[in-house]
T-cell receptor
Framework: AQKITQTQPGMFVQEKEAVTLDCTYD???????LFWYKQPSSGEMIFLIY??????QNATEGRYSLNFQKARKSANLVISASQLGDSAMYFC???????????????FGKGITLSVRP | GAVVSQHPSWVICKSGTSVKIECRSL??????MFWYRQFPKQSLMLMAT?????????EQGVEKDKFLINHASLTLSTLTVTSAHPEDSSFYIC????????FGPGTRLTVL
């Protein structure tokens, strides 16, 4: 079974509107961390936001927020006030063990392409 | 965020030659670095975990004799693709772990 699932096809959003990118995960580890990265056409992976499994509140970083629903095992990324520069590939990733331990590998989802329309 | 660099950013080589890619953490020491490979329009696949001062840990299906990893210092890990073939053409990305993983800009390898 896939550990990180991103099933949305290419997403389109109008500039200045909000968009939600879906991510579900599967783990039996009670301690884990969830990440979202942005990959523009240049190829670099840009860290956006992090949510630990024990965090009580949803993570927020500027225009990015993470809608963490632990019981449903979902960690959707919400981008508010979309900008043209948000057009990119977005990857959800999980690290099993939310603490920095020896097992700190990231498992990535397949990614979602987001296109922001002017 | 932390800064991780990779060199070269792109390389074209002939089949059968070896290519070395460097990954450096510029503003922090990284005992652990990771090497990923990404084919076009696909996700990142972890190849190996590079540990400073010890042998790398390879993921299942990754040939350790073909993809040589050396992590000789706390700021440098190298990936050498030996006897490269066209099917090794890919985008190779490294990351260095501090509190989270910070990625290098990637190296695009084309093997002719």
């Amino acid at each position: 079974a896939q550990k990180i699932t991103q099933t949305q096809p290419g997403m389109f959003v109008q500039e200045k509107e909000a968009v939600t990118l879906d991510c579900t995960y599967d783990t039996s580890d009670p301690s884990y961390g969830l990440f979202w990265y942005k990959q523009p056409s240049s190829g670099e992976m840009i860290f956006l936001i992090y949510q630990g499994s024990y965090d009580q509140q949803n993570a927020t970083e500027g225009r990015y927020s993470l809608n963490f629903q632990k019981a449903r095992k979902s960690a959707n990324l919400v981008i508010s006030a979309s900008q043209l520069g948000d057009s990119a590939m977005y990857f959800c990733a999980m690290r099993e063990s939310s603490f920095t331990g020896a097992n700190s590998k990231l498992t990535f989802g397949k990614g979602i392409t987001l296109s922001v329309r002017p | 965020g932390a800064v991780v660099s990779q060199h070269p950013s792109w390389v074209i080589c002939k089949s059968g030659t070896s290519v070395k890619i460097e990954c450096r953490s510029l503003d922090f020491q990284a005992t652990t670095m990771f090497w990923y490979r990404q084919f076009p329009k696909q996700s990142l696949m972890l190849m190996a975990t590079s540990n400073e001062g010890s042998k790398a840990t390879y993921e299942q299906g990754v040939e350790k004799d073909k993809f040589l990893i050396n992590h000789a210092s706390l700021t440098l890990s190298t990936l050498t693709v030996t006897s490269a073939h066209p099917e090794d053409s890919s985008f190779y990305i490294c990351s260095a772990r501090r509190d989270t993983q910070f990625f290098g800009p990637g190296t695009r390898l084309t093997v002719l």
